[in-house]
């Protein structure tokens, strides 16, 4: 799936406007950049760096620490809510 990065969560690694190749599912490490959808938003899609996982729970977060909102402020996710990996980026914004 492709997905595109709004706002400033994930800079410097992401910017808004990029644009990302996203495999579904599969197995992650720490340090991934993953998608998630939070099971208290559905249909939202959020990019963020897998930081540990702890049994079968998963923390986030942002690369920007000043932008972005992540398990900082949720606390772990459940690993359903985790949707895929980032694989790389194919368009930069300008």
């Not at 706002?7 to 991934?32: C, N, Q």
């Not at 559905?42 to 000043?66: C, M, Q, S």
Request: charged fraction near 35%; charge should be positive; glycine fraction near 10%.
């Amino acid at each position: 799936m492709a997905v595109a990065i709004e706002g400033a969560s994930m800079e410097p690694t992401y910017r808004d406007g990029d644009w990302l190749i996203v495999a579904r599912g599969g197995s992650h490490k720490p340090d991934d950049c993953v998608v998630i959808e939070r099971q208290e938003r559905p249909g939202i899609y959020l990019i963020k760096r897998l930081i540990r996982i702890d049994g079968a729970k998963y923390w986030v977060e942002g690369d920007n620490k000043t932008a972005s909102t992540d398990s900082r402020q949720w606390g772990a996710l459940e690993r359903n809510e985790i949707i895929g990996k980032v694989l790389f980026r194919y368009k930069k914004a300008r």
